[in-house]
């Protein structure tokens, strides 16, 4: 499967998909068939073989909308022989996120608050986050969780060691708030913000976004509609507020607002590491309405977002602060990550238990230098550039992570998208200085 299209747009006319080439041209709305028609198979699957009763659910209520949603965009391909159905495409994929986002969230949360085993009606980390949100509003520091003799032990009882820490950065709190409120448990659950966090990110970076209507619409498709994507989002969802922010951080950049996208950025920063690797390298792309470079602009906004709330919770709890973070994610911690996919990093410390520690230090190492030579050599010059090395580091970061989420990929497919959604068809130039195609 290449890729150069994913970057580029593909170079001749009639191509539409960026996800490497076909031979036979498919317009859009025929593409939008074979999405939503391997989307139905997806849930079908995943409703019968998950082995998480709430991926089981989600496949039973989701299946219904993707295998309607083919139907009709088979009967828009009739239509679109005569005119145009980009708008009737869009009401198309809303549509689509309402059956398999809004009305699969909508169940879980009722179950969840109504049900005598809550615990199966949400993914632990919504939880986890909950339950930090509620001792910042008590007062207290979110990070409970400590090292003694190189092992992690949780300051939350009755709870697995790998929930009785937050492995996020401070800002992610804010989405469990609410649900310190004394208001109704089922307008509290995090997901419901997760997911208006997102929405709103990602219509944002659309609405200022210069690319054309159909590749918006597929960019859009990626971000939320399609099941990775639709999945997280009504189970668990803390990675989707973090993707829609750092696109519109790219759109911003393309846009020449290097002081507003290092804002953006650094919110991202202040919730998750994962943010980090766009917001360095989106300094390449720090150039103002005139054309100057402004990386120190969009650093400031950076620093200014992200270090209060960082800053704060490292210094009143360090060794905390870094088990819960740093030693827990990177599989340090002397706990087992429930986030244990099978790709090349977790299967390698699995297989050879002496290298656990020294192997992400190594990789860190190794991949750094790699990164810092060809970042000389080619330096990413704009916001389609940055949004596409990213893409791939953080690809190679997550396949060599011991241990990690297959889900993790939506970050760098969403990167890869959004540099094919801002770059014309047949042309590097940013949509800024050339007219987008409707591929």
Partial sequence: MST?????????????????????????IQFDVALFAASALFA???????????????????????????????????RARRRDVTTLRWWLSGLVLVGTVLVPLAVEVSWRFSGSDSNQHVQPEVVVI??????????????????????????ARGLPAYEAFFPY???????????????DHRATDARIYFLLATLLAVALALRLSAASSTRKLRAFQVAVVLPWAALTLSTGGDDLPIIGLLMLAIVLAQRRRPGWSGVVLGVASAMKFTAWPLAALALFAAVDGEGRRRPGR???GIVGAAAPLTIWAAIIGPR?????VVLFPMGLSGVESPA????????LVTAVPAVHRIFPIIAAVVGLGVLAVYLRR??????????????????????LAPATRIGYLMYPMNLLVWSWMLTPEGSDQPVDDQAPSDA
């Fill in 4 to 28: 150069a299209s994913i970057v580029t747009g593909s170079r001749r006319p009639g191509r539409v998909w960026p996800f490497g080439p076909w031979r036979h041209r498919l317009s859009p």
């Fill in 44 to 78: 079908l699957v995943a409703s019968f073989r998950s082995t998480i009763p709430l991926y089981r659910e989600w496949g039973q209520i989701a299946v219904g909308p993707y295998l309607l949603a083919t139907a009709f965009a088979v009967m828009l391909t009739i």
């Fill in 130 to 155: 909950e339950r930090a949100a509620s001792a910042v509003a008590h007062g207290h520091d979110p990070y409970e969780a400590i090292v003694v003799h190189g092992h992690l032990v949780g300051g």
């Fill in 169 to 183: 950065l401070p800002a992610m709190a804010i989405f469990g708030l609410p649900s310190t409120l004394p208001v």
């Fill in 298 to 300: 969009m650093l400031a």
């Fill in 320 to 324: 905390r602060f870094i088990a819960n």
């Fill in 340 to 347: 244990g996919s099978a790709l090349p990093g977790h299967v």
């Fill in 378 to 399: 080619r330096p990413p010059l704009g916001a389609v550039a940055v949004a596409r090395v990213a893409g791939w580091v953080l690809f190679i970061a997550i396949l």
